[in-house]
């Protein structure tokens, strides 16, 4: 039998139908194609249910506790329960069991809460009513009962049920506008079109007679992308075949704007369309901290079980004297005798695992989710990050990464939009080498009475001719949508007053471009019916039919469109970057233009080069013919389309540039100069030109007077090999790296030299590519040693996935420094998701960065704050918060572990069931809760004015294993002063009145009672900041801790078959000797960690205590020098060689 046949057959019906092919074809309206086309072969598709619950009623309790118990920790306590349970040991399950309890219990009621929210949620959405044709005639049902090929009415301001190919509007033009606020944060206006052979079927009839098949991907996440064809078959004729991209596709979640109505046919339903597709969480990042307590878990770990078996051990090395096993009162029996010696070994193993488990605080990881959840909220309320132009505030996409703010060792940030405003400001064009200038055009404002300003003379005859082509070309060449005042928010208005329009793009450049040359008379009106109307300069309509839009992408870096004039004349404008134009022409004053081109990046403007050819009708039948093959495929796509750009793009005619002006940011210079103070290493990774980018990095402070330019670029790598370019790098940087002091490592100092390098796109794929000669090793360790030794990186001409190598490179390089990216595009979001820390700016260029990022901020200027301030205390809090639970459970069960050798290995325990319950849940745990939520060791302000601060946590310093070793021997010490200190003063002593002598539960009690105070007191001396809330949780804590002491054992509770505490902690408290060893206790338990502290604080203070002591001491000079807000892109000092 045919192995294959039957292993189809299994993924066709088994595995779903996606599984198995490629595409899907949709039957529009689930009309049958006419016969001899196709076989109808009826597909399952899932229906519209929406299901973002984890949980149903019958499987959360077992998927739940399924999902909690994956916890090393919580799994691990389960063993010990069980344990518990099975044998006789020492202490009842409860002592186990109520804090696994606790901890499992508060997860699951707020997992199950928050499950129950989703299911309130999915239940409304997928019984929303919904309009859809059916024989003809509209009929309403439930948005879960819709089915792939359904054919869906949408009224204006309703949301869409599923994806839809866009059929029809109620717009004679066949357009629609949306907003993508749900899905992508997006508030503006996109357009839409519908289907060039369906865009006339306005009514329910016409619809219904439909005859079409859609030939389509199957579901994948990506909401900006999508390959389809259609198949419009018309009487008996060949079915006329049309493209689908993601202009007809209209998303689920996505809103109908100033469109009546529109008609759909749905062709991906429920969970796979592309919003619940966008549904699955990012990968899951792990911080340093984190790390850092899974290491200490460990360590414990091995201790509790090195505690177990020295217990076991000694405990039958002293039962092998005779009747050491079996005194009088306590015969064992005969089944007892007979017990395998390694069985009864192995249970008392297990019995003293159980008695010393509690070294493991379970109830850590609690405290650490909350403290994360409730701590991110401080970000979110920060007001001085509010940003009041946008009316935009920081947002926190996850929590679990909080203290890694303060640990950040390198910034990759984008330029555009991140450190500039990316508002253009149109400044000049080149035309056939005259220069033009409207030097009244602002902030995309055109101001009145403004006139053109022209630096050297006017063109002749057909000079003139190319200046107006240049005009229409500008005019012409744009994916700009023109929309009255009162379709949009937030309108900017044309510069022609009559005219009330807005120009709406996805592309900030393009608008600049468009409102700029209406000062030289073009003025583009609109695009109606295909055609793009332009009025000249005698006020003159000129309209164009707009035959095709070759779309910009990062890899081309260019765009074209081709257009008819209304004489006949068929054109192709393209406008780029100037490193796609040039090798493209063929004729036109190329070096004049590049000239002025370099001249304008080197003053860090943006520049874009204009080209043209006219196409003869053949030649344009032959590029519309290998683009409709391109348009229709359904495999490659994207490959093909950009292939049939390559061959279309070509022998073009060079007309001029323009360049356009982005200005820095607010801040921008002093946020990277107080990062650098801070021992952060900043890189801006950038698409721009080199010239551009680099005097952006002048601008910001990231480069300097005194730095000295490295230079490993494709120019000078086509003078010189990549090894021999990198090894003389390599050389320069290391001869001068011995002369560069401690504090030079971020190129502060004013004199000592230190070094820049600037890379590109070409030069680093050589770099990341093996060597030639197929040996293992390859250039990356020589470039990341230059790098190491730079104090700021340019790297320019960059794509979106080598930001991406970038960041990975260094994340992964033999010091494993922790990264952090911050950028504002779509082009930014492969090096957000890849640094350890992603930050989105909330900028004009959409929300899939912040949507795909850690945090989100308004501006590039609140960086500073977030890192300096709120990742400074993040990582103190949560630093001491996880020492400090490890130290008060040494504390806690040492004495357990010291009381085994003076009660014969017994495995009695010290303290009442009682105590060991609630140590962890109730009487240590708000205190330490409380200080990592609220703790300021620095104020905010000292914080702010000294950047040096953030140098004295880099690099995990808190949890290192020297501080983690101190933390536990001071536990340690601590515990032998509660238990020998009682020991030895209550030994031979009568305590009370009566002459009696404390018993083992009054000692254990007295233990207890020294440690629950000293712990608490400890963490009153590390407090720095008191507030009330810190008074009424540490001093409350001890107040409940004596509270119920009384009443667990001044009351008889008739619940309790036995009450060995009953008046214990009473008759302790009655005897002044208890008193007097407590305070003693306390004081010498605490005395070594103050001492200490008093030292080292004389003696080797650090950069934070020496802010402690003088918390009002001036700002450094260089500080608080003023500067200007926002700068622009100049360089008034002399500029370094570059090597």
């Known amino acids: 039998m045919d192995c294959s046949l039957v292993r189809t057959l299994v993924h066709r019906y088994c595995a779903g139908e996606e599984d198995w092919v490629d595409s899907r074809t949709v039957y529009v309206g689930h009309r049958e194609p006419p016969p001899g086309t196709e076989a109808y072969i009826p597909q399952r598709y899932p229906d519209n249910r929406i299901v973002s619950a984890k949980y149903t009623f019958w499987n959360f309790i077992p998927k739940n506790l399924f999902e909690q118990f994956r916890r090393i920790a919580n799994f691990y306590f389960l063993i010990i329960f069980l344990v518990q349970l099975i044998i006789d040991t020492p202490t009842s399950p409860v002592t186990s069991g109520l804090p696994l309890f606790f901890v499992i219990t508060v997860t699951a009621i707020k997992q199950g809460y928050e499950d129950w929210l989703r299911h309130k949620a999915d239940s409304a959405m997928n019984q929303c009513p919904v309009h859809f ?207 395998n010696l390694f069985l009864r070994a192995f249970t008392d193993f297990l019995a003293f695992m159980v008695l010393f488990n509690y070294i493991i605080p379970v109830s850590m990881y609690v405290t650490v989710e909350m403290q994360k959840f409730l701590g991110s909220y401080f970000i979110t309320w920060d007001q001085e990050m509010f940003d009041e132009e946008t009316g935009e505030g920081p947002l926190v996409n996850t929590s679990d990464l909080n203290e890694e703010l303060g640990q950040v060792e390198y910034v990759f940030t984008d330029k555009t939009g991140t450190l500039t405003e990316n508002n253009m400001e149109f400044r000049e064009c080149c035309v056939e080498g005259h220069v033009y200038v409207p030097h009244a055009v602002c902030n995309g404002q055109v101001l009145p009475d403004a006139a053109m300003d022209m630096i050297d003379a006017s063109p002749d005859a057909s000079g003139r001719e190319r200046e107006e082509l240049f005009f229409r070309a500008l005019c012409l060449c744009h994916t700009i949508q023109v929309k009255d005042d009162d379709e949009v928010d937030g309108p900017r208005k044309s510069p022609d007053s009559g005219k009330r329009c807005v120009y709406i793009s996805s592309s900030p450049d393009e608008v600049a471009l468009v409102e700029g040359i209406q000062r030289f008379g073009f003025t583009y009106l609109r695009l109606k019916d295909s055609h793009m109307e332009l009025m000249n300069r005698d006020n003159g309509i000129e309209r164009f039919e707009l035959l095709e839009v070759l779309s910009f992408d990062s890899v081309r870096r260019r765009m074209s469109v081709i257009v008819k004039s209304a004489t006949g004349e068929i054109y192709l404008f393209c406008k780029g970057a100037d490193s796609s134009i040039f090798p493209r022409v063929i004729e036109g004053k190329v070096e004049q233009i590049q000239s002025r081109v370099e001249h304008n990046a080197v003053e860090g403007l943006r520049t874009l080069c204009v080209a043209y050819k006219r196409l003869e009708p053949q030649a344009y039948a032959g590029v519309c013919g290998l683009l409709q093959d391109a348009k229709v495929a359904l495999q490659d796509r994207e490959k093909k389309l950009a292939e049939a750009y390559e061959q279309i793009e070509t022998d073009l005619i060079l007309l001029g540039a323009t360049a356009v002006e982005d200005r820095l940011q607010e801040k921008a210079a002093d946020t990277i100069e107080a990062l650098q103070k801070a021992g952060i290493k900043v890189w801006v990774l950038t698409g721009d030109k080199m010239e551009t980018a680099a005097a952006t990095c002048y601008a910001c402070k990231l480069f300097r007077r005194t730095t000295r330019l490295l230079e490993l670029t494709t120019k000078r790598l086509e003078e010189q090999s990549l090894h021999d370019v990198l090894f003389e790098l390599s050389k320069t940087v290391l001869r001068s790296s011995a002369s560069l002091t401690t504090d030079g490592f971020s190129g502060l100092s004013a004199d000592a030299p230190d070094f820049g390098l600037i890379i590109d796109g070409a030069a680093l794929s050589l770099v990341m590519k093996p060597r030639e000669d197929g040996s293992s090793g390859n250039y990356r360790e020589l470039f990341l040693e230059v790098c190491r030794n730079c104090s700021a990186v340019l790297c320019c001409r960059m794509a979106p996935l080598q930001k991406a190598q970038i960041v990975k490179l260094i994340k992964f390089s033999k010091e494993h420094p922790i990264t952090l990216a911050i950028g504002d595009g779509a082009n930014d979001v492969s090096m957000i998701l890849e640094a350890h820390v992603g930050i989105g700016v909330i900028g004009k260029e959409g929300r899939q960065a912040a949507r795909n990022s850690d945090y989100a901020i308004p501006k590039f200027k609140h960086l500073k704050k977030m890192l300096l301030v709120h990742g400074h205390f993040y990582y103190i809090r949560i630093s001491e918060l996880v020492q400090y639970f490890f130290y008060k459970n040494v504390c806690f069960i040492f004495p357990q572990f010291l009381y085994q050798f003076f009660c014969g290995f017994s495995q009695q325990t010290l303290y009442d069931t009682a105590y060991l319950t609630l140590y962890n849940i109730s009487f240590t745990s708000l205190p330490i809760l409380l200080y990592s939520l609220m703790e300021q060791h620095v104020g905010v302000d000292a914080l702010r004015r000294d950047p040096t601060l953030y140098r004295d946590i880099a690099k995990n310093a808190l949890l290192r294993w020297r501080v983690f070793v101190y933390w536990t021997l001071l536990g340690l010490f601590d515990a032998l002063v509660f238990f020998f200190g009682a020991y030895f003063m209550f030994e031979t002593t009568a305590v009370s009145s009566s002459g009696q002598v404390f018993g083992s539960w009054t000692f254990g009690t007295l233990v207890f009672t020294v440690m629950v105070l000293t712990v608490t007191l400890k963490l009153a001396l590390d407090t720095h900041y008191w507030t009330w809330i810190n008074h009424f949780v540490i001093w409350g804590s001890l107040l409940f801790y004596i509270v119920f002491s009384l009443l667990w054992g001044g009351v008889i509770w008739p619940f309790l078959s036995y009450q060995r505490m009953y008046y214990v902690f009473i008759q302790m408290l009655s005897s002044g000797p208890a008193w ?64």
Not at 1113 to 1133: F, I, N, Q, V
């Open 133 to 339: 044709i059916q024989h003809g005639k509209l009929v309403r049902k439930q948005s879960r009962k819709l089915r792939v090929g359904d054919v869906v009415m949408v009224k204006e301001d309703e949301t869409f049920p599923c994806d839809l190919i866009f059929l029809s509007s109620s717009r004679a033009d066949g357009t629609c506008h949306v907003t993508t606020a749900s899905l992508d944060g997006e508030s503006s206006h996109k357009t839409h079109y519908a289907v060039q052979d369906t865009k006339g079927f306005h009514s329910e009839q016409d619809i219904d007679g439909l005859h079409a098949t859609i030939e389509c991907e199957q579901p994948q996440p990506d909401l900006y992308k999508f390959v389809g064809r259609i198949n419009v078959y018309n009487d008996l004729n060949d079915p006329v075949v049309r493209p689908l991209g993601s202009e007809n596709l209209l998303l689920r979640g996505a809103t109908l704007k100033n469109t009546e109505k529109i008609f759909g046919v749905a062709v991906y339903t429920g969970m796979e369309t592309k919003m619940a597709l966008n549904y699955q969480s990012k990968s899951q990042k792990r911080s340093a901290v984190e790390k850092s307590m899974n290491a200490f878990l460990v360590v414990y770990l091995c201790i509790l079980v090195s505690k177990a078996l020295i217990n076991t051990a000694l405990k039958y090395a002293w039962q092998s004297e005779p009747f050491q096993d079996e005194p009088w009162y306590n015969r064992k029996t005969e089944a007892e005798r007979q017990r």
């Open 1076 to 1139: 007097l060893a407590i305070v003693l206790l306390v004081t010498v338990s605490l005395l070594p960690d103050v001492l200490k502290k008093v030292l080292c604080r004389q003696l080797w203070p650090s950069a934070t205590e020496r802010a402690q002591r003088s918390p009002s001491r001036r700002a450094p000079a260089d500080a608080a020098a003023p500067s200007p807000d926002r700068p622009l892109l100049k360089d008034p000092e002399p500029r370094p060689r570059r090597e």
